[in-house]
């Protein structure tokens, strides 16, 4: 099984801050990976796929980047609405694992 | 709009079954491969399960492999979870999840139906 790492698991940053999430794989993933923002109690939201390509409706400040196994998410200019958890997953080969998870918070 | 409405969760005993339904609309269903997601308390996600457009491909978890098992009617637009033997470590909100057309990433995702498993 393909192990996603991701790291830190917890972010501490403010409004405005630029962040960046890495992920990491125990193999090559290619490019294929995806990236979700969960809020309490609602169900994960998806973000990017294929690494870097924002899916649509989502916000340009949120993008994604690199292949094989390392991985980042970054985030521009935080806003309110971004405090959330996130995760990653591989979905190069089954079965498709995510990562543990990053909580970004104030 | 893509909605995605799960139901059947509940509690159970250890060693019970449920059966959880995902009822899908506002998208045409049979094209798109569906999957079942699960969240343990205070946890991170867990890829449970997948369904291709007509079964024939059809993967699990090493964790439920043997007690659960997926299926779906697309003349209802119906995805399905049938689970068995279950345990305490099942305690879970079940998502389903549709899958695009190009990858075995989730774009769409259901409210959830949480299942708690104990005596």
């Known amino acids: 099984d393909i192990q996603m790492t991701q790291s830190p698991s917890t972010l501490s940053a403010s409004v405005g801050d630029r962040v960046t999430i890495t992920c990491r794989a125990s193999q090559s993933i290619s490019g294929w990976l995806a990236w979700y923002q969960q809020k309490p109690g609602k169900a994960p939201k998806l973000l990017i796929y294929k690494a870097s390509i924002l899916e649509s409706g989502v916000p340009s400040r949120f993008s994604g980047s690199g292949s094989g196994t390392e991985f980042t998410l970054t985030i521009s200019s935080l806003q309110p609405d971004d405090f959330a958890t996130y995760y990653c997953?591989?979905?190069?080969?089954?079965?498709?694992?995510f990562g543990q998870g990053t909580k970004l918070e104030i | 709009e893509v909605q995605l409405v799960e139901s059947g969760g509940g509690l159970v005993k250890p060693g019970g079954s449920l059966r959880l339904s995902c009822a899908a609309s506002g998208f045409p269903f049979s094209p798109y491969s569906m999957n079942w997601v699960r969240q343990a308390p205070g946890k991170g996600l867990e890829w449970l399960s997948s369904?291709?457009?007509?079964?024939?491909?059809?993967f699990y978890a090493d964790s439920i492999r043997g007690r659960f098992t997926i299926s779906r009617d697309n003349a209802k637009n119906s995805l399905f979870l049938q689970m068995n033997s279950l345990r305490d470590e099942d305690t879970a909100v079940y998502y389903c999840?549709?899958?695009?057309?190009?990858?075995?990433?989730?774009?769409?995702w259901g409210q959830g139906t949480l299942v708690t498993v104990s005596s």
């Open positions: 999840a549709r899958a695009p057309l190009r990858g075995y990433y989730f774009d769409s």
């Open positions: 997953q591989q979905f190069n080969s089954v079965p498709y694992t």
């Open positions: 369904i291709s457009t007509d079964d024939t491909y059809i």
